[in-house]
């Protein structure tokens, strides 16, 4: 066996691990019934890979071998960890589940079936991290960490919150899931409405955490975005009634469009009025454009809607001097009445400073930064830093720019606030 080939295999792990992980997590989930102990073996599982597929050869059905090697893993862990006596049904269940999967090595490569039954999985889990029984930053914060593989650091940075105090609260929603009897499934059509609302956050979060990482080397998480989507449309299928699904759907889609644009051929970030918009995803637009229009013929548009209506403007602008910021400015007004958000505030200024000019948005951005409600939050000090440099103040952009620097976490946005730092403090001297 060469090293080649070893290094070939490691790759390819490395990539099913990122791709097919969380969804491999969210059937063992159902299996199991326990959330830690199927994040155990998920990992005991991958472990075993490394080990064998470089020798054995890699399965035909990667996803499946992993599953039953980490059901398997879990039975010998229980039968280790208690009585055999005591843990009978659960073996029962295991076996049950292991002829229902059907994931001998016999039949291994069969798909289809196989396929739909891991999709839903995705799906359930969403559900029942959702439960009403659990409190809306508890539902959220849990389907990060299981759906995103989010660290409890990562998602303690997105809450503002203590690490200590996001881990216990991960440890009390698994175990109140547990001990509630919580079912693992999409609940019935009379009992969605109650969970809906955490349902698209927590998509939309999945799909936030995809387009922006929080950390890490890449900007964009390609797999979070398509999983998203996916989950999306899945939604729109399960809800086609409900409009602001459709606005969900259609906010990711427009967003999506700008992918392949954002990063210049080295990955550096390139700004909304610095893409070439040749290179958006027309299909995308097309079809997030008709959404948006179905979703806001409702009554009372829902602040997904709004939001897929601001990127809509940013969609039809064939050039970025075009882009009407008034009506940008105007429809983040609504949306602050509908979901107040200091954040809101943020995205609100920018556009004012885009439609009135910078020293008015820059006005209201240090209004924003004096309540201290977005402390740590590094793009308020990139967006006063941006304001400061387009007005030529370039002292203040360069401590703004400091600041932004202290609380970035993800590379490819350090790299790009450590240029414009080097520019306003070339400008200063």
């Known amino acids: 066996m060469t090293t080649e080939r070893i290094f070939v295999e490691q790759v390819f792990i490395e990539q099913v691990y990122r791709e097919e992980s969380a969804r491999i997590l969210a059937t063992l989930i159902r299996l199991l019934g326990d959330f830690d102990l199927a994040e155990e073996v998920t990992q005991e599982a991958?472990?075993?890979?490394?080990?064998q597929w470089p020798r054995q050869g890699v399965p035909g059905n990667p996803r499946a071998w992993l599953v039953s090697t980490a059901r398997n893993k879990a039975v010998d862990l229980i039968r280790r960890r208690m009585r055999f006596e005591k843990k009978q049904d659960e073996l029962q269940r295991f076996s049950r589940a292991r002829e229902q999967l059907a994931l001998t090595p016999a039949i291994e490569g069969e798909g289809e079936s196989?396929?739909?039954?891991?999709?839903?999985?995705r799906?359930?889990?969403i559900f029942t991290c959702c439960h009403p029984a659990l409190r809306t930053e508890s539902q959220v914060a849990l389907t990060l960490r299981t759906l995103c593989g989010l660290s409890t650091e990562e998602i303690a940075k997105a809450f503002?919150?203590?690490?200590?105090?996001?881990?216990?609260?991960?440890?009390?929603?698994k175990g109140k899931i547990r001990d509630a009897c919580i079912p693992y499934r999409v609940p019935p059509a009379e009992d969605l409405a109650e969970r809906l609302a955490a349902v698209m956050l927590v998509v939309y979060l999945v799909f936030n955490e995809g387009y922006n990482a929080a950390s890490g080397d890449a900007l964009i998480r390609r797999d979070l975005c398509a999983e998203a989507i996916r989950l999306g449309r899945l939604l729109c299928e399960l809800l086609p009634a409900e409009a602001e699904v459709g606005g969900l759907l259609a906010l990711m889609l427009l967003h999506d469009s700008r992918r392949e644009?954002?990063?210049?051929?080295?990955?550096?970030?390139?700004?909304?009025?610095?893409q070439d918009r040749s290179g958006w995803n027309q299909a995308q637009i097309l079809e997030?454009?008709?959404?948006?229009?179905?979703?806001?013929?409702?009554?009372?548009?829902?602040?997904?809607?709004?939001?897929?209506a601001i990127a809509a403007i940013h969609a039809r602008a064939r050039h970025a001097e075009e882009t009407d910021w008034t009506q940008i400015a105007a429809l983040y007004l609504v949306l602050l009445r509908l979901q107040p958000s200091p954040v809101v505030e943020l995205n609100r200024a920018v556009a004012v400073a885009m439609s009135q000019g910078a020293a008015?948005?820059?006005?209201?951005?240090?209004?924003?930064?004096?309540?201290?409600?977005?402390r740590g939050y590094y793009l308020l000090p990139a967006a006063q830093g941006d304001l400061a440099r387009r007005l030529n103040r370039w002292t203040a952009a360069a401590e703004a720019y400091r600041q932004?620097?202290?609380?970035?976490?993800?590379?490819?946005?350090?790299?790009f606030l450590a240029r414009r730092l080097a520019e306003a403090e070339s400008r200063v001297h």
């Open 46 to 51: 991958f472990a075993v890979a490394l080990e």
């Open 114 to 121: 196989e396929d739909a039954m891991f999709s839903d999985d």
């Open 123 to 125: 799906l359930r889990l």
């Open 160 to 173: 503002l919150a203590p690490v200590p105090t996001m881990a216990q609260r991960l440890v009390r929603a």
């Open 261 to 274: 644009a954002r990063l210049d051929a080295n990955g550096e970030i390139l700004l909304l009025e610095e």
């Open 288 to 308: 997030g454009l008709a959404l948006v229009e179905s979703a806001l013929r409702g009554a009372d548009p829902g602040p997904y809607a709004v939001q897929a």
């Open 360 to 374: 008015e948005g820059l006005r209201l951005l240090d209004e924003l930064e004096q309540r201290g409600e977005l």
């Open 404 to 415: 932004a620097l202290a609380l970035v976490s993800n590379e490819a946005e350090r790299r």
